[in-house]
């Protein structure tokens, strides 16, 4: 069980990133800045920050958002210095596996962070949310991150 004052350990899904970057006000954008005012701990692996890095840098999601390349460097650049990078476990060692493998590297990175909270909107990681082999990681939306977060 997760001590009263202890910050958690957050694992956040990239389309939850993007979507908060897109829209500032929106519940993944609160998410965002709930970061920034340290409520919690990102935790990342190198293969979650290249994901969120190559997708926050793609045409189809900078130019229709008038999001700028600069832009885009300034959040990265403060991630990367105000996350906390672990060493992901091998997938293969994984205790179970999301029916889409490509978000197996999300479940690496929370396991391997030993965090609270993977948040997503991804359907086929949320669906595992509650299975016994997660232990204490709770996969949840940002919306119910938020609050859960709110009634503490």
């Given at each position: 069980?997760?001590?009263?004052?202890?910050?958690?350990?957050?694992?956040?899904?990239?389309?939850?990133?993007?979507s908060?970057?897109?829209?500032?006000?929106?519940?993944?954008?609160?998410?965002?800045?709930?970061?920034?005012?340290?409520?919690?701990?990102?935790?990342?692996?190198?293969?979650?920050?290249?994901?969120?890095?190559?997708?926050?840098?793609?045409?189809?999601?900078?130019?229709?958002?008038h999001?700028?390349?600069?832009?885009?460097q300034?959040?990265?650049?403060?991630l990367?210095?105000?996350?906390?990078?672990?060493?992901?476990?091998?997938?293969?060692?994984?205790?179970?596996?999301?029916?889409?493998?490509?978000d197996?590297?999300?479940l690496?990175?929370a396991?391997?962070?030993?965090?609270?909270?993977?948040?997503?909107?991804d359907?086929?990681l949320?669906?595992l949310?509650?299975?016994?082999?997660?232990?204490k990681?709770?996969?949840?939306?940002?919306?119910?991150?938020?609050?859960?977060?709110?009634?503490?």
């Amino acid at each position: 069980m997760q001590e009263k004052n202890k910050t958690p350990r957050v694992v956040i899904d990239t389309n939850i990133v993007i979507s908060g970057t897109i829209f500032p006000t929106s519940l993944p954008g609160q998410l965002l800045k709930s970061f920034i005012n340290g409520d919690f701990e990102w935790i990342l692996t190198n293969a979650t920050f290249r994901e969120i890095r190559n997708v926050i840098s793609r045409e189809e999601i900078l130019t229709p958002y008038h999001i700028t390349q600069q832009n885009t460097q300034i959040f990265l650049d403060n991630l990367e210095v105000s996350a906390e990078f672990v060493t992901a476990i091998p997938l293969v060692m994984l205790p179970l596996h999301s029916r889409d493998p490509k978000d197996d590297i999300l479940l690496s990175a929370a396991i391997s962070g030993e965090c609270e909270y993977l948040i997503t909107g991804d359907g086929d990681l949320l669906v595992l949310s509650g299975r016994p082999e997660l232990q204490k990681l709770t996969i949840l939306t940002a919306s119910e991150y938020l609050q859960r977060r709110k009634m503490k």
